[in-house]
C-alpha cells in the first residue's frame, strides 16, 4: 500500500488525509501541537465545494439540504450593510451556511482513524526525490513515504525549505478579530445583527460579522479591516517589553493601549450594535493580511497544500474551501494515473496553481480599498469599483 505522510494537522491536513485514506493510501498525519486543535478557532464562511469535499471525505452532509448540511454551522438567508446610526442601507439576499472551525476539526477528526493522527510531531525539514521522500522531526526521528503532503500553513517550513522564494506579502491592513456568545450582547444587538450576513462600512474600512455555533451555543463572530503601514504594523506587532513578534502577537501580548485605542474607534465609527461587540469582546486581538503566492506547489514526492500553497485575503471566504479543493484535486489526480504518481502530481500543481491564483487575485481586488497605500492604477480602479455597499454585498465571500 503507497504511504502518505501528512504535515500538519489542521483543516487542509485532515481534509488530504481522509481523502487519501479513503482512496486507499496508508495515511499518518504530523501534528506539531501537544494536543487537539478543537479548543481554538472561530467562524468561516462555507461555499458549496466545502460540503462537497466534506461528503468525499466521509463526513455525514445531509443531501436534502445542500446549504445547511448537517450542522456544520448556522444558516443566514441574506447579507446587509448598516450605517453608522445602524440603519439598513443596503441588503442582499444570499443563503450560506457560517460555519465553525472547531466544528469542521472535530467531524474531519472524527472520520480519520485514530492511528492514522500524531500530535507533538514537529516536522523540520524533508528529503524529496523522484521516487519517495523523508520527514525529519525535531525529536530525531525520521519517517519515509511515496509522498509528504505539506499541510503546515501559511509559514510552512516545508515551503519555507523547498520555494525559499514564496513568502507572504503584507497587503497594507490588518483584520481585527473577536467572537462574543450571544448571551453577552443585548437582544437589541443580536436581533440586528445575529440572523443576517452584517457589514459596516467606515471610509476606508470594513467590519463584517456573522453568527456561529460553538459547542452548542450561539456566538458573533467579527472581522473588521482596518489599514495599518509597515511601520504602523511593527508598532502593533510590539509587545509591552518592546519585543517584536514579526510573524504574529499572541492576543494577550496586544498591548492594552492599541486594544482600547480599537474600542474608542468602535465606538466613533460603527454603528451601534456593531460598536457593542467589540466592546464586549473578551480578547480581540489582531492578524495581519498577507498575500501568498507559490509558483510550484511539487517537489518530487513533496506537494504543497492549503494555506502553505496560497493564502488569499479573508474577502473570498476561501481558507478552508480552497485547501479542500486542493486535498480534492491531489488525490483526483493521483487516482487518475494509478501507476505513475510523478504525472499525478504534475496534473495537481497544474490545476491547483491556476486555481490558487485566481482566488489571491481575487482577494486582492476585494481589499484594495483597505490598504493603507494603493501602489498602482489597477489597484485604485479595484478600490473604486469595490467599495460600495453593492459590491461589498454581492461580491464578498462567493465562490470566484
Ligand atoms: C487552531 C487554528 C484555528 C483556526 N481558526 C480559523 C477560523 O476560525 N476561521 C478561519 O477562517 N480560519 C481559521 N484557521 C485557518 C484555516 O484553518 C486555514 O486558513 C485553512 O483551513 C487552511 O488550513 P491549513 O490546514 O492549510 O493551514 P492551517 O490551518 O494554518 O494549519 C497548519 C497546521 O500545521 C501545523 N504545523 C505547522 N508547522 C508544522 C510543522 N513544522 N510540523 C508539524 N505541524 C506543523 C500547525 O500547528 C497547524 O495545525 C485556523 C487555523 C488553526 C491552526
Known sequence: MAKALVVGGSLGGLFAANLLHRAGWDVLVYERAGEALSGRGAGLVSHPALFTALAAAGVNVDPREPYSASDLGVFVADRRVFASDGSTIARHEYPQVLASWPRLYEVLRAVLPQRCYRHAANCVRVDTGVANATAYFADGSAQNADLIVAADGLRST???????????????????????????????TWTALGNTFGFCLPEGEQILGYPVRVGGHRAYNFVWYRPADERALRAMLTDADGRVHADGIAPPLTRLALTNAMRDAAERLLSPAFAEVVARTDQPFFQPISDLISERLVFGRTVLLGDAAFVARPHVGMGVTKAACDAMALTEALR???????????????????AGRAVVDRGRQLGAYMQAQVASVLEQEHADTFRTPQQVLTQTAVPP
Open 158 to 188: 516545508i515551503r519555507a525549505q523547498l520555494a525559499p522564494a514564496a513568502r507572504p506579502v503584507y497587503a497594507g491592513y490588518v483584520a481585527w478579530r473577536g467572537l462574543v456568545d450571544e448571551a453577552s450582547l443585548t437582544p437589541e
Open 336 to 354: 487518475g494515473t494509478p501507476d505513475d504518481v510523478t504525472a499525478g502530481l504534475a496534473d495537481y500543481q497544474r490545476i491547483r496553481v491556476e
